[in-house]
């Protein structure tokens, strides 16, 4: 194990070796500087990153992609070793708070100096009359979303171009959980309905992200003075031409094939923003420029299997795929839902494909990747993502894969139990 492990050490609590089972996990960053300063659960744990990057021997002369970089915790990782990276990031709002953490390089000072001007303009606002979003309403107690209303207001009338006001917007997205009465599902999903106790009066937890804030911004620029990351906040399955640079070495996690709705997760925050109104714009706002990863899209798109199965895209895989998808095309006819499990299948393979495509005008020769991913079994027909997404690699033109499985997994799909058993590992691919 190389010595840049160390990188926590004396500040954080830290454990002298990650678990390797946990790194599809974000958990362990909500104690990491940076890392913490807004919990997106689908992330991955920054200390096993950065294990895979000192493994590597990768040095500050190269370049790191991460071409699904969520909040940002490749891009984090690499500025805290010195290291270029580039990430891309489709959904809007998850893509401007990947941005915001890389205003590392802000003084403390200006950050607190620009909170304590919206807080005070807060506290001091009189009370009105307002109507909010249904879901709001929904999830707040009133007292607290009249004092998250003030604290929107403020930050709107004071907002400027300036890095402190991307923070402090940062950090008023960041309390809407802790603040909210409504219960988080795994992967942060909002219930209204599930209420929980312990939530937190919104003045003091705009404080208390604040000091967090405050603190990690010491800690980091007491390492390193400029950030050395890109953000790209567009399509992995198309940004190449934007690339100039070479890759070195790629580490990501895509979404899975398990119908997870990634763009429904941050309704609560684009619904407080004023970015959605509803369920219904979700797809509009974001849905659309993701990967097909759920079948709410698939059936959105009205997309036609026939049409998937006949893109080159597929090609490498398509007599296989052709089985699978069509077998669950037969099995959706005795289930009540009829979920479009079958094109979102075969529309995520296409999605992979281009983006393996990508990767591959964008690295250099000898690259090396690594893909946390598992696969899944929607209607319980068993998909066997892993290898196909290996299979699409080499197709691609990199060289040679390996499969390391982390751990057994099963995926409750809401219509019906299987027993197909699942997995999710590590795929290492080489250019
Ligand atoms: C498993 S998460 C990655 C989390 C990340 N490793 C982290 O630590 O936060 C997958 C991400 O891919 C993003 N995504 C989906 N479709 C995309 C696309 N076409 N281009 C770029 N990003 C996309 C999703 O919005 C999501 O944030």
Redesign the pocket.
């Given at each position: 194990m190389q010595t840049q492990l160390s990188l926590f050490e004396n500040d954080m609590k830290t454990r002298s070796d990650v678990k390797v089972s946990r790194s599809g996990t974000?958990l362990d960053?909500m104690a990491l500087p940076i890392h913490r300063w807004f919990r997106?659960s689908?992330?991955?744990a920054?200390q096993w990153?950065e294990q895979v990057l000192a493994g590597w021997g990768i040095t500050k002369e190269q370049i790191v992609l991460?071409?699904?970089?969520?909040?940002?915790?490749?891009s984090v990782v690499c500025d805290t070793m010195g290291i270029p990276s580039i990430g891309?990031?489709?959904?809007s709002l998850?893509?401007r708070i990947?941005k915001a953490k890389l205003l590392w390089p802000t003084p403390p000072q200006h950050v607190v100096e620009f909170a304590s001007k919206v807080l005070k303009r807060a506290q001091n606002e009189r009370p009105h009359t307002t109507t909010f979003p249904p879901l709001l309403e929904r999830s707040y107690e009133p007292k607290a979303l009249a004092s998250l209303n003030a604290l929107k207001s403020s930050w709107l009338s004071l907002r400027d171009e300036s890095p402190e006001s991307e923070l402090v917007w940062l950090a008023l997205t960041a309390i809407l959980r802790s603040t909210s009465t409504a219960g988080t599902a795994q992967w942060q999903y909002i219930l209204p309905n599930k209420t929980k106790k312990h939530i937190i009066e919104p003045f003091f937890a705009f404080q208390q992200q604040i000091r967090i804030i405050k603190a990690d911004l010491r800690w980091m620029q007491a390492r390193a003075d400029r950030s050395c990351a890109d953000i790209i906040a567009?399509?992995?399955?198309a940004?190449a031409g934007i690339v100039s640079r070479k890759v070195d070495a790629v580490i990501?996690?895509?979404?899975?094939a398990n119908n997870y709705d990634?763009?429904d997760?941050l309704r609560l925050e684009m619904t407080f923003w004023g970015d959605v109104n509803g369920w219904g714009d979700i797809h509009h706002a974001?849905r659309r420029?993701?990967?097909v990863?759920s079948s709410q899209h698939s059936s959105r798109e009205r997309l036609l299997l026939e049409d998937l199965l006949a893109l080159e895209a597929v090609a490498p895989i398509r007599s296989e795929l052709a089985q699978v998808v069509h077998e669950l095309a037969a099995v959706r006819e005795n289930h009540g839902g009829k979920k479009h499990y079958h094109t979102m299948i075969a529309a995520y393979c296409r999605?992979i494909s281009l983006?393996l495509q990508q990767l591959q005008r964008v690295c250099k020769p000898g690259s090396r990747m690594c893909w946390?991913i598992g696969d899944s079994a929607p209607y319980g027909v068993y998909c066997p993502i892993e290898r196909w997404i290996a299979e699409l690699a080499i197709a691609a033109g990199f060289k040679n894969y390996s499969f390391d499985k982390l751990r057994d997994r099963n995926i409750k799909w809401k219509n019906r139990k299987h027993r197909v058993p699942l997995k999710e590992g590590l795929l290492w691919i080489e250019g």
């Open positions: 974000f960053n997106y689908a992330g991955f920054a990153v991460d071409p699904f970089a969520g909040s940002g915790t490749v891309v990031e489709a959904h998850v893509s990947l567009g399509d992995a399955r940004f990501t996690s895509p979404p899975y990634y763009a997760a974001v420029h993701l990967i990863s999605d983006t946390v």
